[in-house]
């Protein structure tokens, strides 16, 4: 999450490119991730990607569908959606979608989307990821200690757990 990020996102190159410092890095990381990921079957479609979108509400999504057992259904349909379809997950509409594709409970998801409902609990989640040093996803951490960030080629991870 990215808390000065606009409620209604930003163009994704403008992003990366100050995020990253130049196009080439950017483009270089997305193709790491897309090689890792096509190791593991998931296609990246970077290039459907438009806008990088605030994320706060598909975060707060997510806290509540953990509370009803549905917390992997709704992150595995926001990763499609946002890294295969291109689709704006900072967009209530399309995070309603989601919801409604996995189940989720329609009026809990509208409540959810037009109140403040989870926004304190999402943030203080996140003020501790911080608190470990993590700026970024995906992160590994073990009892505590983060062990590495960003795409890892699954070899990586099993030695580090090993």
């Known amino acids: 999450m990215n808390p000065w990020m606009p409620k209604e996102g930003m163009d994704r190159r403008e992003y990366r490119l100050a995020k990253f410092g130049s196009t080439e890095r950017w483009q270089q990381l997305d193709a790491q991730l897309a090689a890792v990921g096509a190791g593991e079957g998931i296609e990246f479609h970077f290039d459907r990607i438009t806008r990088t979108p605030n994320t706060l509400d598909a975060h707060?999504?997510?806290?509540?569908?953990?509370?009803?057992?549905?917390?992997?259904?709704?992150?595995?349909?926001?990763?499609?959606?946002?890294?295969?379809?291109?689709?704006?997950?900072?967009?209530?509409k399309n995070l309603m979608a989601v919801a409604q594709a996995v189940g989720l409970d329609r009026t809990l998801t509208e409540?959810?989307?037009?109140?403040?409902?989870?926004?304190?609990?999402?943030l203080a989640k996140e003020a501790?990821?911080?608190e470990l040093g993590i700026e970024g996803v995906p992160s590994f951490v073990v009892q505590?200690?983060?062990?590495?960030?960003?795409?890892?080629?699954?070899?990586?991870?099993?030695?580090?757990?090993?």
């Open 128 to 130: 501790k990821f911080k």
């Open 144 to 162: 505590g200690a983060v062990l590495f960030s960003g795409a890892a080629e699954p070899q990586m991870i099993a030695e580090a757990l090993g």
């Open 111 to 122: 409540n959810l989307l037009s109140t403040d409902l989870g926004v304190k609990e999402v």
């Open 60 to 92: 707060r999504m997510i806290w509540l569908a953990q509370q009803h057992s549905l917390q992997d259904a709704v992150v595995e349909a926001l990763f499609q959606a946002y890294f295969v379809k291109g689709v704006d997950i900072g967009n209530q």
